[in-house]
């Protein structure tokens, strides 16, 4: 088997995707049209036109505005629907789903609306999911207390909180109070760390409780906290095509995550906005293994990262490692 088909076949899980980042032009165009909201660009190719970003920031001020098409739950439902579907192809099968209600509650959208829209999708896919609150890191800690207490009523849904947005500036020792109050609600925590901000956001993440890093990919400027991370196991979830369409690396020849594997980190390949970022999990594999000389063991051993890092039982873990091996 040669090293695409083996990345294409292989079972594997995703742990780091914003739904809102799967909003395809297309679908974002037809909910527009249906909810009567006016986009400033003219067509499809002219939105993916746009797509060209120099920073976070620069992307996240376009995912806003796409994401504020969605109105009603069946929007919701619609979009998880086709990520569903897109993931499904990759052979992905568990996926931990990151959703930002503050985006939607600031619109005057209710909380159960986006709730409900995404969990039916869910509900109807029959895959392995489960759903990740993320705070939006720009906003304050009072309006993310609001929203973990808005969540609590629908927590059987909810098996953790994250933190997103615009990471520099904004560290997460802000949000201290709140990952108490979650932790004590039962939800386990996770963060986005790393990724612009410097590698003592991680440290912080992880003081506050976080079992899971998402990017980190800064933790390579610090020999300590990656001896603490590879100590720990601590998951890191790189999102490659993310990383060089956001100018994290200059390059995918540059990205580190090869060098990451060698170190003993935890790391997992995953796509985080393909709809803004140019491809599903199978690209983001391709791409990394191409530019880095992944080898056979290394996708193997990202596959079995991506279950070893899933929030789902030893027993679930297992299963999809048994399968995993049968390739
Ligand atoms: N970083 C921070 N916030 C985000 C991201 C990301 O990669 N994607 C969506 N919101
Ligand atoms: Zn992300």
Sequence with gaps: MNLETLIRAIPKAELHLHIE???EPELMFEIARRNGVALRYRSVDALRRAYEFSDLQSFLDIYYEGASVLRQERDFYDMTVAYLRRAKADNVRHTEIFFDPQTHTARGIAFETVFHGIN????DSGMNTRLILCFLRHLNAESAMKTL???????????AVGLDSSE???PPSKFAAVFARAQAEGFRIVAHAGEEGPPSYIREALDLGASRIDHGVRCMEDSDLVDELVRRKIPLTVCPLSNVKLGVFRSMTDHNLRTMLQRGLRVTINSDDPAYFGGYIVDNFLAAASALALTEDDIRRLARNSFEASFVSDATKARFISELNQY
Excluded at 149 to 159: M, T
């Design 21 to 23: 980042g799967t909003l």
């Design 120 to 123: 039916n999708a869910l509900r």
């Design 149 to 159: 207490e808005e969540s609590l009523p629908f927590r059987e849904g909810i098996v």
């Design 168 to 170: 520099v500036g904004n």
